[in-house]
């Protein structure tokens, strides 16, 4: 299948300090991607779909000021979160979204990034 | 709204003790039923896409079944290795069930 990485895949910060998580198609292109985190022993929430030359989406209760989405290439997508507080702690994931022709389409996935605010 | 559950939440099996997975979905639009397998601390890996009632995937001891309402996830004779998270998702959000967390004991 195809690969998507993430990095870091584990950073802990100060409180108050950004943080930038990078989200890589390795080979495929990807016109959309999206964020999600994950808290322990949960499911994946979708939190934003990132569409490359336009602005984010965000799901309901995700303030875009505070985790910055940029789609600025076809294989790449960031995730910078602000501000950074000890409840923005958790497991954060990305998955690109390629598409086989025929209207089939698959959501690859990221490793994921930890992170840690103290 | 899309709702996608998944049962049980917990499975423990012994190695051999072939058993079943089930997803239920409630979608406006399926772009295909996924199946991904999750191990701790690990992104989602891929597993299926279903699209349409009656498909059948296999992949070593996993077979995925599609109906109109219900997607399962057979594990025959499953080994230690197969223990792990098994998520099924749909939707044009890809909405994910809540899990189920196999363990496959020796």
């Known amino acids: 299948g195809a690969v998507v990485s993430q990095h870091p895949s584990r950073v802990i910060c100060k409180s108050g300090t950004s943080v930038k998580i990078e989200c890589r198609s390795l080979d495929f292109q990807a016109t959309t991607m999206f964020w999600y985190r994950q808290f322990p022993k949960q499911s994946l929430m979708l939190m934003a779909t990132?569409?490359?030359?336009?602005?984010?989406?965000?799901e309901q209760g995700v303030e875009k000021d505070k985790f910055l989405i940029n789609h600025a290439s076809l294989t790449l997508s960031t995730l910078t979160v602000t501000s950074a507080h000890p409840e923005d702690s958790s497991f954060y994931i990305c998955?690109?979204?390629?598409?086989?022709?025929?209207?089939?389409?698959?959501?690859?996935f990221g490793p994921g990034t930890r992170l840690l605010v103290l | 709204e899309d709702q996608v559950t998944q049962s049980p939440e917990a499975l423990r099996l012994q190695e051999g003790e072939s058993s079943s997975l089930n997803c239920s979905y409630t979608?406006?639009?399926?772009?295909?039923l996924f199946w991904y397998r999750q191990d701790p601390g690990k992104g989602p890996e891929f597993l299926f896409t279903?699209?349409?009632a009656g498909e059948e995937k296999e992949k070593e001891r996993l077979k995925a079944t599609l109906t109109k309402k219900e997607s399962f996830l057979h594990i025959t004779a499953p080994k230690p290795e197969d223990s792990a998270t098994y998520l099924c998702?749909?939707?044009?959000?890809?909405?994910f069930g809540g899990g189920t967390r196999v363990l496959v004991k020796p």
């Open positions: 990132s569409n490359e030359g336009s602005k984010a989406t965000y």
């Open positions: 979608v406006s639009g399926l772009r295909g």
């Open positions: 998702a749909a939707g044009n959000k890809l909405t």
């Open positions: 279903l699209y349409s």
């Open positions: 998955s690109a979204r390629e598409s086989s022709g025929a209207g089939q389409e698959t959501q690859y």
